[in-house]
């Protein structure tokens, strides 16, 4: 009997059915241990040694695991494709090790990116030690994180009551909430004029802005009040008007990249309305498998990921669905091949897929988040695959006899709608500047001006974040990892710290004031840059060109030199300065 490691009992069942009578397939349910949540679960002057605490749920289920080792000639370890998967195995490799469970059987790691018969059999062909290079980097990030809260936190708690925590990652999300939310009441807003009018030229009308007036060039701000827009108005109706310039240029749409975790969340935030929690909760269940046909089936490949490449098998049935659902003309000459932007990424696993597109969203009839969800993965992996769109950009320039006035018109129109036909990536902000269908026009052509009116309009601050903006902020400053955005922005509600209106983050005055004193006493553990370049060093253990231990050594002397100046400030000083740091709407008093 070969006994297997999973973390999900839904997995463990479906992979059972699999492999056979020949193997027996067991559930961790997730992590079975962890850092106490006291002070001396992680000692660095012991060679940062660490005491692990067995979860009261797990301890039967590790005792049944371990039971069933006895009986067993080989323990293959099955937990997820990723670091957390990784430390999950190697957790209960110890606790076995403990027990002497083992004896002297072989262990073996294998890893499969999707729950389907063909994923888990390859998988078990190709097995492979612990890789114990990724254990360390869950170690040094684990202990780094336990550091920086457990020694901060007690500070918080004495200066500034009603903060319940700090976090190495969650800290800097706030950072950022914050930051835009200075920025909002800082900025200040700007009147500015334009001037458009409704033009024909032996044509349909059109609109066309004015971009020239009293022979020069206007930028944004030069129609600053009434006055100026009426007056350039009524020259607009005054002059006289010719079609000076036409261009119409041929452009192409690229089709955007299969989907990451990051880019998961950030559409089924625009598209659906589902925060990053929502998310993930559906995509495991799409990922674990659905019954279909009295067969558990595992829809979509692992949903943790920052890669965006994708298997040959994957490309090439792609390619086949589209050529028979919209025809030879969609399918673009060769495969399109897609590498990651990301800051930091560090993921060897594919992008999220359907398993197969063959189950194609409408013929699935899945309900509820779990149809929406798969829906939206399956049109973004097909159109990933699909042949670009073909738009021509149009531009009008209509000058005024004297050469003193001038008006433009621009348009854009799809000439074949290519992987438009299946979907279009959401926008946090989208631009409506790009226009639509210009009429049929002649160079030299006379051009009448029907009307024309004056528009005030006033700058407006940066929006606040979505939860979609966020995630692309954190993912693009490098902090975070796909495993944590969703974590991240679940502790900043739950502990009150942010608050969301209009699906949009609010930050709380008690998350104004822990920003602000981390910025005061900490300034460095909230930088975006210092927080960016330590995932930068755990990818670095990673990879194994950095010792973990090393790492820690370095931040930890550093960090417990700064984390007693603070603690010996005065309540008054503390607040003093924070009021300064903050400025209104939080006055002193407010702050205290």
Known sequence: ??????????????????????????????????????????????????????????????????????????????????????????????????????????????????????????????????????????????????????????????????????????????????????????????????V?????????????????????????????????????????????????????????????????????????????????????????????????????????????????QTAPGALDEARDVIGGLYGKDYVPEKPRFYSTKAKNAQEAHEAIRPTSLARNPGKMRLEGD???????????????????????????????????????ATGQVVTFDGYLAVYEEGRDDPDDEEGGRLPQVTQGAAAQVRSAKADQHFTEPPPRYSEASLVKKLEELGIGRPSTYASILTVLRDRAYVRMEKQRFVPEDKGRLLTAFLEEYFARYVEYDFTAALEERLDLVSAGELDWKVLLREFWLEFNAKIGEPAELRMSDVLTALAATLGPPLSPEKAG
């Open 196 to 308: 458009e009018a409704e033009v024909s030229a032996g044509s349909d009308p059109f609109t066309a802005r004015l971009v020239k007036h009293d022979g020069k060039r206007l930028t944004k701000f030069d129609l600053g009040n009434e006055a100026s827009a009426l007056a350039a108005r009524d020259a607009v109706k005054a002059a006289t008007f010719s079609i000076t310039a036409l261009e119409r240029k041929p452009g192409r749409r690229s089709p955007p990249p299969p989907f990451t975790t990051s880019t998961l969340q950030q559409e089924a935030s625009r598209k659906l309305g589902f925060d990053a929690k929502r998310t993930m909760q559906a995509a495991q269940r799409l990922y674990e498998g659905i019954d279909i046909g009295g067969e558990t089936v595992g829809l979509i490949t692992y949903m943790r990921t920052d890669g965006v």
């Open 370 to 408: 779990l149809g929406r969800l798969y829906e939206l993965v399956w049109k973004r992996m097909i159109a990933s695959q699909m042949e670009s769109a073909r738009i021509e950009r149009t531009t009008i320039d209509i000058d005024s006899a004297d050469g003193k006035t001038g008006l433009r």
């Open 1 to 194: 009997m070969k006994l297997v490691i999973v973390e999900s009992p839904a997995k463990a069942k479906t992979i059972n059915k699999y492999l056979g009578s020949d193997f027996k397939v067991l559930a961790s349910y997730g992590h079975v241990r962890d850092l106490p949540a006291k002070d001396g679960s992680v000692r660095p002057d012991d060679d940062f040694d660490m005491s692990w605490e067995i979860d009261g749920k797990a301890a039967k289920r590790l005792s049944e695991i371990a039971e069933a080792a006895k009986g067993a000639d080989r323990l293959i370890l099955a937990t997820d494709p990723d670091r957390e998967g990784e430390a999950i195995s190697w957790h209960v490799l110890e606790i076995l090790n403990k027990k002497r469970g083992l004896k002297d059987i072989p262990v073996e790691r294998v890893v499969f990116n999707a729950i389907t018969k063909s994923s888990i059999l390859e998988a078990m062909t190709h097995p492979r030690q612990l890789d114990m290079e990724l254990v360390n980097a869950y170690l040094a990030r684990r202990a780094l994180d336990y550091l920086v809260g457990f020694t901060l936190s007690p500070v918080l708690w004495r200066k500034l009551p009603g903060a319940r925590s700090a976090g190495r990652v969650q800290s800097v999300a706030l950072r950022c909430v914050v930051d835009r939310e200075l920025e909002i009441e800082r900025f200040k807003t700007q009147e500015y004029w334009t």
